[in-house]
């Protein structure tokens, strides 16, 4: 089995911690999967399911006595999926004060009712941990650095997701039922929008828009939305790890971009499937997008494992200067611009580079990549 970079820390917080354990990752990256590894001994946990009707009726309005009935003499209560249940919050709430002997752990494939503002009630109870596809440092580790380079092509193509990589020529299947089935489910729940013509067109546009500045207007005039409906469907596909984004870095100079974004999936994989475009690496002519992808999606999870409190950001100025990624750490500047081809060359922009005199600029190639996208020790 592959070791999650995150098994010892919930390890650890379930033996000795004193809050509920929060798990929140995409549907399908393998949240049950790793909670049941590490339960594997003991036969004394109580596992409920929010997507089954039972668990939302039995956990919904519940007193503190009608709970301990339900727990019973279980010493640990798992509720995947625990953002279909409504008031969830004040579900985990009621075990947490006034049951301490049980130990709360709760997954979700939404931020917003688990981390968003309906959680309040879990303020200062929880310990919120994150789960993504699989990365490229966890595969490392599973096979060895020198094996998973050389699967690089594959998983710019294909991704990280557990069933994709642990089915070798099953890939585009599963991948479609990926993106037609379980990439809608929770968009649907969170705010009864249907699977409309709209809302492909729009994971169409953002798929196609990776590594570009993205325009709310232009996206709408391509859906047939409007501005506020592009955004609010654009935050809930955040708030369901499908995408992320990242901001414009602006501080010295008049003529940086203020207020812009980018777009990125969390998984390359994904990506592809929305586009139906899973043509090898030497065949493509958005390998330049699928590496930029691929390395700040990696840069993403490396730092949210590790615990880094990096601001990621991107620069460009009215002038087409550009630095494809920025990050910002205890008052230091790391600039990064990627290239695929080894031998591309490039030079840091003078507008930059005089700006900010202190910081330090790299090229991250195929070739050099790894230091990149590995995880750090903490």
Known sequence: MITRTISEDIR???????????????????????????FVEDGNALWLNGDTSNARIL??????????VIIGKHNILVIDEAQRIPDIGIVLKLVIDNIPEVKVIAT?????????????????????FPLFPLSFAEMAEHQGLLAESNLLQHRLVYGYYPDIVNSPGEE???LQELSDSYLYKDILALDRIKKSEQLTRLLRALAFQIGSQVSYTELGQLCGLDNKTVEKYITILEQTFVIFRLGSYSRNLRNELKSSRKIYFTDNGIRNALIADFRPVELRDDIG???????????????AYAESYANPWFWRTTAQQEIDYIEEQDGRLSAFEFKWNPSAKTKQPKAFQMAYPDSSFSVVNR???AEFVLTRDR
Do not use: C, D
């Not at 997008?289 to 730092?303: D, Y």
């Open 12 to 38: 650890k917080e379930i033996l000795t911690g004193k809050k509920a354990v929060v798990l929140l990752g995409a549907r399908q990256v393998g949240k049950t999967t790793l909670l049941r590894s590490l």
């Open 289 to 303: 997008k699928l590496w930029e992808n691929f390395l700040v999606s990696e840069r993403f999870k490396r730092n």
């Open 59 to 68: 956990l919904t309005a519940q007193s503190v006595e009608q709970l301990r």
């Open 367 to 369: 070739q050099n990549f």
């Open 172 to 174: 585009r299947r599963l």
């Open 108 to 128: 979700g494939s939404s931020s917003l009712e688990l981390a968003g503002k309906t959680a309040e009630p879990l303020t200062g109870r929880k310990r919120q």
